[in-house]
């Protein structure tokens, strides 16, 4: 990084609660790297920001909250910034403080969301849960916290060549953030007009680098040789572990970051969460709170425990006590007005009980199916005691410790970072829960480093990282934290000629690969770029490859080049995926290559694939926008030659000379070739099928016949539209042939087939697409009586079930088909489908849509009052429909009310519903693998397991 054009070095805190700011003029540093007076060098930057209405004031923070005023509730004259706005929305104090009364136009915990793989980061889904409101993006949201300090800087200094995008910035994210996190941050700061002058450095190296700028003359009188630091940061969103030690190098003592922690959204957001459901359990008159009283609530929770933590137990009992008032809403503003006092002591029984309790050692945190989706939409960590995290990351990197300071991994000091480790109880707790773990003496607990002002001491960590990139002062060894590996075959990544889904060991259908290759060690540092000239690969150019991609944080020793055994010390990522454009006929062919990676200078990874054969090079491209949307566990992978034969059978049955007979038996010989049942056809399998189909599109056209069994059987091929690493580059062609449409209309089994195939890809569907398709058919399906096209009912029933499985459509158009299906729906005469769809409809637990697609919760309350009203017979069909419709998620927003839960339980119960609707209304109850056939409406291939969104919304 070139320094010699930039006045000041700049470092943002980007936090979950508040954000902070500190810079240092490079101009009145010691250029030779003494480290003389740095300390009294970085300055913090106070953020100008509305406090108040039409009150603008410079604050030490800048809270992380923004507001999107709406068109009466605050005049645009008490809004106004000194810098030209291109919008209403406005960031910091007066927001957080305005919008806690106001919780349903209040953006909050957006970097929380930047990690949310079940959620399209760049949709306007925030305020979460919020209806009849602009919404932003969670990108959106952090650009503008961003975009807020820029302006707010650049008004300061004035002269353009000072201006923020012109200085050397270093942003700070959790040590914890993956890749796409970290360049969905890269992409807001771009977004907020930073360019590319962004560097990223974890946020607990930059509480330690805070601590060093400290004491940064006698640092050495503190910390000795082979000595282990523990940082431990809880924030406002999420909980952070880093180790560091210091080693002899070359004669002399050096800083070295040894381990970071995993991902834990877990953190301040918690803490007020469960303070509110304690203080809700206080209060005299019980009422069911709405999901806007429940965020108003914990927002009162997080001032009364930061007003309470901070006052002094020794003083008058006033000081420790804060009483919550919650006004009631609408026409009962003031009588329903709850209100409970909450006190220090309970508060602190609370908090050590729940998020620092002495803790049992334990070997690891036992792998979990999933996160919980908890509260207002966020995944939060299950297990919420920080203290049993805190025991599983040392005992994860125990050996690592051992190896490289032969000893046990027990810290001689801890640091403490975060707002919410702010009390010292919490600190205390922490560090006797850590010498219970290990069985420790009283004077073998880690000592404390000092840390006077948690608030800014990430921010001022960040600009000291910034003066040593430049040499100057304390550096601690770092890179990055985790090693990166890219799975490979037997014969290293073979990718021969065949179509996608023939290729083996991960590579392109998803299985697990056997060996990987190191390509990123860790602690590599930034700007470093790996060749690996001794390894040639080959890809196959102009269609689709992809790479299998695992990563480390705590495997050490792993050097770049190196080949080892997948085992569970490495973490799946999304894989790496491309298309190797090559010449200029686009023809598919094999050419050598090599693949480069670079831990780069803003500290997110890079990789390319450089032609042994041309000049050519090509980006490796993350998937942030399309995580994987299943995993295949398959227990058969068919041979080349059972595959090439069955591709013969069906040019056979298919070619223009085959008789009907042969055609409708076509399933039927290819499971007497495979020797096993349709319904247990791998995945693989499955889509090797469906690409010999697909590229032999026009067989459609022969005949009727031949019609039917295309449809029927590349949909089943290609069910549910996603899971294999190429359905992405597929579905575009089956687009194609939606937009053709069916070659027979006329003919009444192939109208049905039709919408059959379409129900079967739906998942593969872009929400564009799924919208385009709800415009076709809402002529006919919301028509009034008597108008439209009239359609027979087995194809009508086949119409809604496609409709209904469109999980990205816009909540409206879900709501305006529901408005036209339910009046349809009567006892003894309705077929069973048109109950799925209702449910498919409205169900609070999406397959594959992003959450923000659930149709709102009093919405479906109104739909159930209606229905429970009718004598149904048969009574399976509507209590198994309400039951999913009525599911529990955990999140508060999605959620129906008790009230509703209260009047369901005796009308299943008369409905004679299983066991199972009752647990799935009372409780959060994963969705299984035996459910997804049912919610699905089919069977999905196997080894096909839900995980995360599949494409991008």
């Known amino acids: 990084m070139d320094f010699q054009d930039k006045r000041y070095v700049v470092g943002i805190d980007l936090g979950t609660t508040n954000s902070a700011v500190s810079y240092a003029d490079l101009t009145c540093m010691d250029t030779k790297g003494t480290g003389v007076g740095i300390d009294n060098e970085i300055k913090v930057f106070k953020v100008p920001q509305l406090t108040g209405p039409g009150e ?23 809004l106004t910034h ?4 291109e919008n209403d929305m406005f960031a910091g104090l007066f927001a957080r403080e305005h919008g806690s009364q106001i919780p349903s136009r209040l953006v909050s915990s957006a970097k929380s969301w930047l990690c949310h793989s079940r959620a399209d980061r760049e949709a306007p889904i925030l305020p979460w849960g919020s209806q009849n409101v602009e919404k932003i993006s969670p990108v959106k949201a952090t650009s503008e916290y961003l975009r807020h300090i820029r302006k707010a800087w650049n008004h300061f200094v004035k ?10 910035t270093v942003i700070t994210v959790p040590a914890s953030f993956d890749e796409a996190a970290r360049e ?15 560097t990223l450095l974890e946020e607990p190296l930059a509480a330690f680098y805070a601590w ?11 910390v000795k040789t082979d000595d282990l630091i523990l940082v431990c940061d809880v924030g406002g969103g999420t909980t952070d572990f880093t180790l560091i030690s210091l080693k002899e190098s070359q004669g002399s003592p050096r800083f070295e970051r040894v381990a970071v922690g995993d991902h834990l959204i877990l953190g301040g957001d918690n803490i007020d969460l469960m303070l509110a459901r304690y203080v809700a359990s206080k209060f005299t008159q019980k009422a069911n709170l709405t999901p806007d009283q429940w965020k108003t609530l914990s927002y009162k929770c997080r001032a009364a425990k930061e007003k309470l933590l901070c006052s002094d137990s020794d003083k008058n009992g006033d000081k420790n006590r804060v009483r919550i008032v919650l006004r009631g809403e609408g026409r009962s503003l003031i009588a329903n007005t709850l209100s409970a006092d909450l006190e220090k002591n309970e508060l602190e029984e609370i908090l050590c009980n729940g998020f620092f309790p002495e803790v049992e050692p334990s070997i690891a945190n036992p792998k979990k199916a999933g996160k919980a989706m908890a509260e207002f939409g966020l995944p939060y960590e299950q297990e919420p005691a920080i203290t049993r995290h805190i025991g599983w990351f040392l005992e994860r990197h125990r050996n690592s410790i051992k190896e490289t300071l032969g000893k046990e991994p027990i810290p001689d000091h801890i640091l403490f970072n975060g707002g919410s480790l702010k009390p010292s109880v919490f600190q205390n707790k922490i560090r006797s829960a850590i010498r219970k773990w290990f069985s420790c003496e009283d004077q073998a607990l880690p000592v404390m480093l000092d840390n006077s002002d948690p608030d800014l001491s990430v921010a001022l960590g960040a600009s000291y990282y910034g003066l040593v990139k430049q040499g100057v002062g304390v550096r601690v060894g770092s890179g990055s934290p985790r090693s990166y590996y890219i799975g490979i075959a037997s014969d290293i990544l073979r990718n021969t000629d065949r ?12 299985t697990t690969c056997e060996n990987v290759l190191c390509i990123v060690e860790r602690g590599l540092d930034e700007g470093s770029l790996i060749q690996l000239p001794e390894m040639e690969f080959e890809v196959v150019t102009n269609q689709p490859v992809l790479f299998s991609m695992y990563s480390s944080s705590f495997r050490s020793g792993d050097k770049s080049g190196q080949i080892l055994q997948v085992d569970d010390s490495l973490t799946p990522l999304p894989p790496l995926k491309t298309i190797i454009k090559f010449g200029k006929k686009g023809d598919s062919k094999r050419i050598p290559v090599k693949v480069e990676a670079e831990y780069t200078e803003m500290g997110t990874l890079a990789m390319w694939c450089r032609s042994s054969v041309s000049s050519h090079r090509w980006k490796l491209q993350f998937q942030l926008r399309e995580p994987q949307a299943g995993e295949t566990d398959e227990s058969e992978v068919y041979d080349d030659d059972t595959v090439n034969n069955v591709r013969n059978l069906l040019t056979d049955a298919f070619s223009g000379s085959a008789d009907n007979a042969r055609l409708s038996s076509v399933v039927k010989n290819i499971e007497t070739l495979v020797e096993t049942k349709k319904n247990k056809w791998p995945l693989s399998f ?14 459609r056209e022969n005949s009727p016949e031949h019609e039917i069994r295309w449809l029927n059987l590349t949909g ?3 069910r549910p539209g996603f899971g294999d690493a190429f359905d992405e580059a597929r579905m575009p062609k089956l687009w194609k042939v939606y937009l053709q449409r069916n070659v027979f209309p006329k003919a009444k089994q192939n109208a049905v087939e039709w919408w059959i195939f379409c129900r079967r890809i739906a998942g593969g569907l872009t929400a564009g697409q799924q919208r385009q398709f709800f415009q076709d058919v809402s002529g006919y399906l919301l028509a009034n009586n008597g108008a439209g096209k009239k359609v027979p009912k087995q194809e009508m029933t086949e119409v809604w079930m496609a409709a209904a499985n469109m999980e990205r459509l816009l909540i409206k158009d879900k709501i305006a088909l529901s408005q036209k299906l339910i009046p349809q729906l009567k006892p003894d005469k309705t077929p069973h489908q048109m109950f799925w769809a209702l449910s498919r409809l409205g169900a609070r637990e999406l397959l594959y849509g992003s959450v923000d697609r659930v149709v709102p919760a009093k919405e479906v309350e109104r739909w159930t009052k209606k229905l429970i009203k009718i004598r149904w017979n048969p009574k399976d069909q509507i209590a198994a429909a309400l039951a999913q419709i009525l599911r529990k998620t955990g999140d508060r927003t999605r959620d129906v009310s008790r009230d509703i839960i209260q009047i369901m339980v005796p009308w299943l119960e008369q409905m004679q519903a299983p066991k199972k609707s009752f647990d799935i209304i009372h409780t959060v109850v994963p969705i299984e693998s035996a459910d997804e056939a049912s919610i699905f409406g089919e069977s999905l291939p196997q080894g096909l397991i839900l995980s995360s969104l599949p494409r991008k919304q």
Not at 56 to 74: A, K, M, Q, T
Not at 184 to 198: E, P, Q, S, V, W
Request: aromatic residues 14%; contains cysteine.
């Open 82 to 85: 000194p810098w030209k706005k």
């Open 716 to 718: 089943f091929c290609m």
């Open 56 to 78: 603008f004031s410079p604050v030490s923070v800048l809270p992380s909250f923004l507001y999107i005023p709406g068109e009466y509730d605050v005049s645009k004259d008490a």
């Open 159 to 168: 002269d353009e060549d000072l201006f923020l995008e012109n200085q050397f």
């Open 686 to 699: 499955l889509r090797a099928v469906a690409d010999h189909l697909i590229e032999n599109v026009r067989w």
């Open 212 to 222: 060093v700028t400290r004491h940064e003359h006698d640092w050495q009188s503190h």
């Open 184 to 198: 969905y941050t890269l992409k807001a700061a771009r977004d907020a007009g930073f360019g590319n002058n962004i």
């Open 499 to 510: 179509s996608p889904n023939e290729h083996k060991n991960g590579e392109t259908n998803g």
